[in-house]
């Protein structure tokens, strides 16, 4: 898992990115809606064209939940427990597509952070992505 060192460093990228949550979040969900369009359909009630006001929303509300659990990693379980129930059991989103997001989360921090982006925080941020989808997917049966 996250080392003492990894985790410091995620909460301190992720308070820096707090000021553009609306930026990096729409950013990833266009990444994910071009690259997997499959992943849209469970947006079909909502205008996610770029730079769309819900886009903006919607995307500021993802970097903020995860900012919020990288303030205390060993609690993720805890913080999460309102998403884990409203992703399971109310829009049952399939727990594959959080990894697509993840992953487009991952390349839109590498344009963001430039040289920041170091192969350590790289890891680390790959890490606590993983950690954070695994939390996410954990009532699903
Ligand atoms: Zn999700 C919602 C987060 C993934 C889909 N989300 C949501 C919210 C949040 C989140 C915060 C809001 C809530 C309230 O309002 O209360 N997500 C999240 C995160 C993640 C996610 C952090 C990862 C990382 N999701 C996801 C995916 C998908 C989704 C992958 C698909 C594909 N979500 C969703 C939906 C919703 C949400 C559909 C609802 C929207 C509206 O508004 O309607």
Known sequence: MLSERERTLIKSIWERLTPVAEDIGS??????FVTYPGTKTYFSHLDISQRSPHLLSHGKKIVLAIAEGARDISRLTVTLGPLQS????KLRIDPSNFKLLSHCLLVTLACHLG?????????????????????LAEKYR
Not at 115 to 135: C, G, M, Q
Request: hydrophobic share 55%; charged share 20%.
């Open 27 to 32: 950013e990833a969900l266009l990444r994910m």
């Open 86 to 89: 409203l992703h399971a059991y």
């Open 115 to 135: 040289e920041e982006f170091t192969p350590v925080a790289h890891a680390a941020i790959d890490k606590y992505l993983s950690a954070f989808s695994a939390v």
